[in-house]
């Protein structure tokens, strides 16, 4: 399993989320657990699982509970997610296919607010598992741009490097961001974050790999935008 992050008070579900997605990836690549270790590719959460999983909508600042149970409990074991089978967030606004040898780990973060998605590679690279957190949230162009703005500038606080990402496209949609390089538990880790704005919600996209791993991330991030699709 693993280590699950401390929940944000309601304050800070919005603000400062490119940061916090920043924060939950290293938690994700780095865990010594991880889903898939073994050398299988993630698991993702059975029909039970996801309907004890709550109601809640990341779009509105809330969040069901989490399907994994409490201390001490052990996920059901479900099949791998294969390669060619979509998969949905929890706002239900869209469906992606995982690159070949991924899958879906968004039950194994925890309940935090506002993160839709979280896909991992089963297959570690300098002690990492390369992964995509997708956070969703209510908000405009003009509430998109200032969170790019405050995840670059808290990133710089921290000391890590920061330099535009080259543009992407997600179903029609253009995507903007930003590159963070930084060493983090002995990796030298490559993140980038995107943002887009679409029906009232603000989709922030953060892929994070190994530096070793970073072409091959970014051609995994390719193939999954060009699933992605629109409920």
Known sequence: MLRRPRALPPATRLAGSVTVVASLLLLTGCAADSPGEDGTAPSR?????????????????TTGSATTGGPGTTPTATAPVDAADAV????????????EGWGEATDEVGTIPGID????????????????????AAGDATLLEAELAKGRDDLREQ????????????????????????????????????????????????????RSAAAQAAAALDTLVESWTWA
């Not at 991992?120 to 997708?134: C, D, Q, R």
């Open 159 to 210: 000391g890590r490097a920061v330099t535009d990402a080259p543009e992407i496209t997600v179903a029609g949609a253009r995507a903007t961001g930003f590159t963070t390089s930084f060493s983090q538990q002995g990796v030298d880790v490559v993140a980038r974050s995107y943002g887009l704005h679409r029906d009232g919600r603000v989709y922030l996209l953060t892929l994070s790999s190994a």
């Open 45 to 61: 959460p059975s029909s039970a699982a996801t309907s004890t999983g709550g109601t809640g909508d990341p779009a509105d600042g």
């Open 117 to 136: 998605l979280v896909l991992m590679s089963s297959e570690k690279v300098a002690g990492f598992n390369t992964n995509l957190v997708i956070h969703v």
């Open 88 to 99: 949905q967030g929890k706002s239900r606004a869209y469906t992606v296919i995982p690159p």
